[in-house]
């Protein structure tokens, strides 16, 4: 089966410059000694010998041109394990964009979000498994789901407006799988903001990145 080379290019060019120069060196080098046999076998064949210095002169100048671009080549393999190492940083962390778009889609035009604050929550330690003589060996922990926990506050022209946003955020996404676990509306007060009477609320809703595996059942 044909597999895919993960190999940055710049990476793969690299090694084969190192391999061609080394080729270069043992070339220049065995054709040294032979040329030194024989110019001393032929000291003579004084024109032939100024060929040979001549081809040995431009083996050294082709070994110093692909020495130069192994230089090139080698700060660009820096380069793009760099531009490697940022593209997986990128791909470990969520786009957590999407989930603002979310957040703002059920807001109507008299309502504003003042912040938004994203945590996550750490997980509660593990119970401590039985020491029992006997019995059968505790079962291994499954894979832990990363809880976050969203904090919004704003504001809204009326009461109505912000409990009906917080219902809609507990129906965001599909039935079986609900965006939110939680959805608690924590606080909404009414204030006056020069002539205008305002609530502003303050709501909190659960978020579990679950692992891979089989959908929930229903919402939480």
């Known amino acids: 089966m044909n597999g895919i080379n993960l190999i940055p290019p ?13 080729l270069w060196s043992v070339a220049t080098a065995g054709y040294s ?14 024109a032939d010998a100024i060929d040979a210095r001549q081809r040995i002169a431009e083996l050294a100048a082709q070994v110093e041109r692909e020495r130069a671009d192994l ?51 750490e ?10 003589p006997a019995g059968p060996a505790p079962r291994a922990p499954g894979p832990t789901a990363d809880v976050y926990r969203v904090i ?3 504001m809204a022209r009326t009461q109505s407006q912000v409990t009906s946003y917080a219902l809609d955020l507990e129906r965001l996404g599909a039935d079986e799988a609900r965006l939110f676990d939680t959805v ?37």
């Open 10 to 22: 710049a990476i793969l060019v690299l090694r084969r410059r190192r391999r061609r120069i080394r």
């Open 33 to 46: 000694l032979a040329l030194a046999g024989a110019y001393g076998a032929f000291a003579s064949g004084r």
């Open 71 to 121: 230089v090139v080549i080698r700060d660009r393999a820096v380069e793009a394990h760099r531009e490697a190492d940022a593209a997986r940083m990128m791909a470990s962390h969520p786009d957590w964009s999407v989930l603002l778009a979310l957040l703002a889609s059920p807001l109507t035009p008299d309502m504003t979000i003042d912040s938004c604050e994203l945590t996550r929550v």
């Open 123 to 132: 997980p509660a330690p593990p119970p401590a498994a039985p020491t029992t």
């Open 152 to 154: 919004l506050t704003g």
């Open 184 to 220: 608690t509306l924590v606080e909404a007060k009414g204030r006056r903001i020069g002539s205008t009477d305002i609530v502003a609320f303050r709501i909190e809703c659960g978020l579990v990145a679950r692992p891979p595996g089989p959908a929930r059942g229903g919402a939480q």
